[in-house]
């Protein structure tokens, strides 16, 4: 059976969805091709690797100070420091699935989807396509809420020339695997509210895709809360969440 795996965006949040992957690993299941938007681009390259093991030592001893770690560069929240972890990944097995990211190439005050597959380009590409997936907007002056600050200052002009975080228009990047020769589809979404489009299940069948969520929403400081015992903490939640969810594959 040929399974797909879609790992939505959501900062820190991805530990949780990190424990979910690793309990799906240790059930047995594997995958022929993954998609992933933001952290899950970066959780997804683990899997591409074949470092799920790695993953898990990644989330559990993560030693990120929200407060003196985190930077602010050129109006965005430097992942300079994730990047760096995954140049270090060698590839245990022959990377041969098919690995999509998405990021925002942004020209002219227009937004612009770009979807990547990973298999077909070098490392040093991949890792581009995975920074700019996982770039986050910050304006340090911002006045409004964090999306629509970020179409103010795109209107402006303050982004153009920049390529960013592509859950800021797809965060679960669903569709590349729809078109793929697949029987079924599992979603790791780091939001409990998420729901499949219309149009995905008329196409690929809603008993096809398997969604599992967090069982209760997530504060809103959570995706920047990148400190060793929360990410412990929702990584073991997730891990439970992965065990005991019901599938028929």
């Known amino acids: 059976m040929k399974i ?6 959501g900062g820190a949040k991805g530990a949780y969805q990190a424990g979910v ?3 799906l690993y240790d059930r047995g299941l594997d995958f022929s091709a993954i998609s992933g938007t933001s952290i899950g681009a970066i959780n997804g390259y683990y899997i591409f690797t074949g470092n799920v093991e790695k993953l898990e030592d990644m989330w559990t ?3 990120i100070d929200p407060a003196n770690d985190i930077k602010i560069i050129d109006n965005t929240v430097d992942n300079s420091y994730v990047i760096e972890g995954l140049k270090t990944l060698e590839v245990s097995k022959e990377a041969e699935i098919d690995f999509y990211v998405n990021y925002i190439e942004i020209k002219n005050k227009n937004l612009n989807e770009k ?3 990973i298999k077909d380009v070098d ?13 986050l907007p910050c304006n340090p002056k911002a006045t409004l809420p964090l999306g629509q600050q970020f ?20 965060n679960t990047l ?17 939001h409990t509210e ?6 995905i299940s008329d196409k690929f069948g809603k008993d096809n895709i398997f969604i599992i969520k967090p069982k209760k929403p997530f504060e809103k400081n959570a995706t920047l809360r990148f400190e060793k015992e929360f990410c412990k903490k929702i990584y073991n939640e997730g891990y439970e969440i992965g065990k005991n969810f019901s599938m028929c594959i």
Do not use: H, R, W
């Not at 797909?4 to 965006?9: F, H, P, R, V």
């Not at 179409?151 to 920049?162: H, P, T």
């Not at 998420?194 to 149009?199: D, F, G, I, K, R």
């Open 21 to 23: 992957i690793k309990a």
């Open 115 to 117: 979807i990547m597959n």
């Open 151 to 170: 179409m103010k200052d795109v209107s402006e002009g303050l982004y153009d020339g920049f390529n960013l975080d592509g859950g800021l228009v797809n």
């Open 4 to 9: 797909g795996l879609c790992l939505s965006g």
């Open 123 to 135: 490392k040093s590409k991949a890792l581009e396509s995975i920074k700019y997936s996982s770039l």
């Open 174 to 190: 669903i569709q590349p695997l729809v078109e793929q020769d697949l029987d079924k589809i599992i979603i790791i979404d780091t």
């Open 194 to 199: 998420y729901e499949l489009p219309a149009e």
């Open 61 to 63: 001893n993560i030693e």
